[in-house]
């Protein structure tokens, strides 16, 4: 098993222009994740899904969208990129909600110009 | 909204010494709580997940403690080598997501 996997490891844009992330898991999970890390911070949630074809946001959802067409995939979109988007982006997957371990992707360094 | 703390935020100790890294969190609803290590540009690395009806949980150095009811959990780790050296992350899991501390930032000195 792969366990869940992001595409790009790195990524430079340039302001405005639009990108879309994607991670994969193989592991049948319910519940995705896309996280944000900035220096000295932790993780800060920016949206998830419950389920294929389900997104709600999280804590800090201006300036992405993101889609679950199917239960292993869960893409994050930016449409027009800002400074302000630089980050480190972690996705993450889970059986259920609840007491059910969140398993992490390696990560997508993304730098904005 | 949960907030969760980790003090220090930086420490340094001598190899061979025994590290303690506290992480206190606001709402005591929770699910669950994960430590976690992370190396300089790196991903996550999970190290123990301890359920809320649990006290603690071991695995080899390591050893993590939560009190719920206090809003407290801490993990040790015996005998520092210098590959310990990396920045530790609490989180806790309430229905759905999990709320991160800023983290720890360990430094074993040879």
């Known amino acids: 098993n792969a366990g869940v996997t992001q595409t790009p490891k790195f990524r430079v844009l340039k302001t405005g222009q639009s990108m879309t992330l994607l991670c994969a898991q193989d592991?049948?999970?319910?519940?995705m994740y896309w996280y944000r890390q900035d220096p000295g911070m932790g993780l800060r949630l920016i949206h998830y899904?419950?389920?294929?074809?389900?997104?709600a946001k999280g804590e800090v959802p201006d300036g992405y969208n993101v889609s679950r067409l199917k239960k292993q995939n869960f893409l994050l979109g930016l449409e027009s990129a800002a400074p302000s988007q630089t980050s480190v982006y972690f996705c993450?997957?889970?059986?259920?909600?609840?007491?059910?371990?969140?398993?992490f992707g390696p990560g997508t360094r993304l730098t904005v110009t | 909204k949960q907030e969760v703390t980790q003090i220090p935020a930086a420490l340094s100790v001598p190899e061979g010494e025994n590290l303690v890294l506290n992480c206190s969190f606001t709402?005591?609803?929770?699910?669950?709580l994960q430590w976690f290590r992370q190396d300089p540009g790196k991903g996550l690395t999970s190290l123990l997940l301890?359920?809320?009806?649990?006290r603690e949980q071991t695995s080899g150095r390591l050893n993590a403690s939560l009190d719920k009811s206090s809003g407290r959990s801490t993990l040790y780790i015996a005998a520092s080598q210098p590959g310990d050296s990396a920045t530790y992350l609490c989180?806790?899991?309430?229905?759905?997501?999990?709320?991160f501390g800023a983290g720890t930032t360990v430094t074993v000195r040879a």
């Open positions: 993450a997957s889970s059986r259920q909600g609840g007491s059910y371990e969140q398993y």
């Open positions: 592991m049948n999970h319910e519940y």
């Open positions: 899904s419950v389920g294929e074809g389900t997104t």
């Open positions: 709402d005591s609803a929770i699910y669950n």
């Open positions: 301890i359920q809320s009806s649990q």
């Open positions: 989180a806790v899991r309430d229905d759905y997501k999990l709320s």
